[in-house]
């Protein structure tokens, strides 16, 4: 009882903590290593005379390149445990986008960031089931949101970057690669995960029931099996809308305030922290009766409503308020996710399933980089073309997540 009286936190063992750690700092330094691009197109399009949809590309790439790491690492998570995959896509990541500062053409960069996506997709599909078996079930909304929440923390750290280290190095054509040349610096994460951090328990329970499997099919092959691809083609419309919806709100983001004329600092630190927030608690009201549905759908509906005051104020306070607004809904909407994809899927495609359905989403959602850089490149305002997709994502959302079943309190 006094266990139970304890406050959550409490209630979670070293090994959960250090377990989540990995999941949450490969996916921090993940989200620092793509949004640090987004600061730096214009120095890009200047360096290579490329137009902006041709900038917008290097983020396209990038996240169609994460379908096969999710893929990869997904299948290799449920057949040979989370860890080691994890390890492995923090590496690949890393040094792909150092060798991206090296590029002396446009095509070598775009293929650098496209060979960082499947870094990128391997370390959100073999990390989130890593963490989400570790921790106890009446908690797994609450560790989805924190998790979720490490790209943003991510995307606020570029932020800072970007405003204080940046201008001290542009130098010439040297200062958007030396930007880059920081993404080798999560490499260093793995030797922690190697030495601290314990594999799955959920993972090494099934572990003998995979081995009598007389079958031997691997992971990704099971989530087109009768039982669970109607999961499977669901789960991965759901991250599409969600994924198209998040980055209609935050790809162009910050050239949209440099169009402005004012820095970007503030309100993208006020973006991601809204988002931080917001992860965090969409993940807990997701753990009520409200359910992973309803918190979704009600962060979502509400970061609809502030579009207007997202994209189209100029004036510093609205401005601002529609930053924080945007984060705390808009972008919390995705505290349920992480959680959400486990409770889709059996242990034994956990990784495959989830990892396949998230980065799906974010192959389909590649496009939208490219087709607002294309609407603007066409003569529409930048705002007005991040609106309209913005719009598309959150209706299509909201309509997907309820067409689907309520996953909370599903036993993993």
């Not at 910050?254 to 809204?274: D, E, K, S, Y």
């Not at 945007?326 to 349920?336: E, P, Q, R, S, T």
């Not at 991040?386 to 036993?411: D, F, H, N, Q, S």
Request: include cysteine.
């Amino acid at each position: 009882m006094a266990s139970m009286a304890a406050p959550w936190w409490r209630r979670v063992t070293r090994d959960q903590w250090r377990a989540f750690g990995a999941a949450y700092l490969g996916w921090l330094l993940d989200g620092f290593d793509f949004t640090i691009l987004t600061f730096l197109l214009v120095d890009i399009e200047r360096s290579f005379t490329v137009s902006s949809a041709l900038a917008g590309a290097l983020g396209t790439v990038t996240l169609m390149f994460r379908l096969v790491g999710g893929i990869g690492a997904g299948t290799a998570a449920d057949r040979w445990g989370r860890k080691g995959p994890l390890m492995f896509s923090i590496l690949w990541y890393s040094l792909f986008a150092f060798l991206g500062g090296f590029s002396t053409t446009y095509r070598v960069l775009f293929a650098c960031r496209a060979l960082f996506g499947i870094g990128m997709g391997g370390v959100w599909a073999a990390g989130m089931p890593l963490a989400i078996e570790h921790w106890p079930a009446e908690l797994r909304g609450t560790v989805s949101g924190m998790l979720q929440s490490g790209y943003s923390m991510g995307f606020m750290v570029s932020a800072f970057v970007y405003q204080f280290v940046y201008p001290l190095v542009n130098r010439g054509n040297t200062g958007w690669r030396m930007m880059l040349w920081l993404g080798a610096l999560p490499a260093l994460l793995v030797f922690w995960i190697m030495r601290s951090v314990k594999e799955s328990p959920v993972w090494l329970e099934g572990r003998k029931a995979r081995a009598t499997d007389s079958t031997g099919s691997l992971a990704i092959s099971k989530l087109f099996d009768r039982d669970l691809v109607i999961t499977t083609l669901h789960t991965s419309l759901v991250m599409s809308a969600f994924l198209i919806f998040y980055h209609s709100i935050t790809f162009w983001y910050p050239t949209l305030i440099g169009q402005m004329h004012r820095r970007t600092l503030g309100p993208l630190v006020l973006l991601n922290f809204g988002a931080v927030v917001g992860n965090m608690l969409w993940g807990r009201v997701s753990e009520t009766r409200v359910g992973r549905r309803g918190a979704a759908a009600l962060a979502t509906l509400g970061g609809l409503a502030a579009v207007p005051l997202y994209v189209f104020s100029t004036s510093t306070g609205p401005l601002l308020t529609g930053a924080l607004i945007m984060g705390l809904l808009g972008v919390g909407n995705f505290g349920i996710v992480p959680t959400y994809l486990s409770e889709r899927f059996p242990t034994a495609a956990r990784a495959a399933g989830a990892g396949f359905a998230y980065h799906v989403g974010a192959a389909v959602s590649s496009l939208m980089p490219f087709v607002v850089g294309a609407l603007e490149d066409r003569g529409m305002a930048l705002g007005s073309a991040m609106a309209v997709c913005i719009g598309a994502g959150g209706v299509a959302l909201v309509v997907l997540m309820w067409l689907g079943p309520e996953t909370k309190g599903r036993t993993l």
